[in-house]
């Protein structure tokens, strides 16, 4: 019974005393590296001792033995650097496998369960992964959120392509301002042409009517009458499209006269503000003047004074 019960505890303590061998393992392995190091970082400073000493016994600097002694100082700075990086990440593991050793211990001397150990191992693990999964998951959110300010930042455009497109759009707007004002042109050109083309061609139809008809209406009374009629028409068209223009020009003259009111009252407000201008400037050389005239004024006035207080001092004095 005695022999059943021992076996169970060498089952019990022999995962226990593999973990503990593993961590001793690593630590020593971080202790070697340590060793290793220290080892390199002596021989590096060894070397560069012995450059030191010769270029004490040459007392000359050649180019050859400063050219060494740069990488070798470089080296230096670099495994002083490493030194320090694996001394802070060799205190860090070397205290957690030593709370880990000592967890351990406490627990094969206070003869611990089997199925508890692995319960409790397993309960570590377990929430060592959610710590993982949990830290995995805020890193891609945080990675998202660092994406997506870059692209919003990407999209913002900076002060030269807000300067840029403020030209661009400034000569589009005038580009887009010059064809509009082309484009009225042209259309009220073909309007004026069209009306021309029209009137031409009433004109030259009349008068191909007329040159047709004029014989056989000088002849007959009724060829007469019907003559004079057409004429009347063709008048009163003249007529009426004669007063259509006219309408369309007094128009234009009141919209000509508008501008022309504007632009005389623009002037006389430029002209205003030239003469309030002109006045301030010379109200502000006055003041100058003024300011000058009144300093100079105090200081006559003060050394006056001062001149009268030493003559009444010396006075006293006599």
């Not at 995962?15 to 970082?41: F, H, I, Y």
């Amino acid at each position: 019974m005695q022999q059943q019960h021992d076996d169970d505890t060498n089952k019990v303590t022999r995962p226990e005393e593999e973990e503990l061998q593993g961590a001793r393992a690593s630590v020593e392995t971080l202790a070697a590296n340590l060793d290793n190091l220290n080892q390199r970082k002596a021989d590096v400073l060894n070397n560069l001792e012995q450059l030191r000493e010769r270029l004490n016994k040459e007392g000359d600097v050649t180019n050859s033995g400063v050219q060494k002694l740069l990488p070798l100082l470089k080296s230096v700075k670099d495994l002083e650097s490493e030194e320090s990086v694996l001394q802070s990440d060799y205190d860090v593991k070397r205290t957690e496998l030593e709370a880990e050793v000592c967890n351990l211990e406490e627990k094969i001397s206070a003869g611990m369960d089997s199925e508890v150990l692995c319960k409790d191992l397993d309960c570590l693990l377990s929430e060592s992964l959610e710590r993982l999964n949990a830290a995995k998951k805020e890193l891609a959110a945080r990675l998202r959120a660092v994406m997506s300010v870059k692209r919003k930042l990407g999209e913002v455009p900076t002060q030269s392509e807000l300067i840029q497109y403020e030209c661009g759009f400034s000569d589009l707007n005038a580009h887009i301002q010059e064809k509009h004002r082309q484009t009225r042109k042209y259309y009220a050109t073909y309007n004026t042409l069209l009306e021309i083309k029209e009137l031409m061609l009433k004109e030259t139809s009349l008068l191909n009517s007329i040159s047709s008809q004029f014989q056989d209406a000088i002849t007959t009374t009724d060829g007469r009458t019907k003559l004079i009629d057409s004429m009347e028409g063709i008048v009163k068209g003249s007529q009426q499209k004669l007063q259509k223009i006219e309408a369309g020009l007094q128009q234009e003259q009141k919209v000509f006269d508008a501008l022309k009111k504007r632009y005389a009252a623009a002037m006389a407000e430029q002209r205003r503000c030239y003469s309030l201008l002109k006045a301030f400037q010379e109200e502000c050389a006055k003041n100058e003047r003024l300011r000058g005239q009144t300093s100079v004024e105090n200081a006559t006035a003060a050394s006056s004074i001062a001149e009268t207080f030493k003559h009444q001092c010396i006075t006293i004095d006599s």
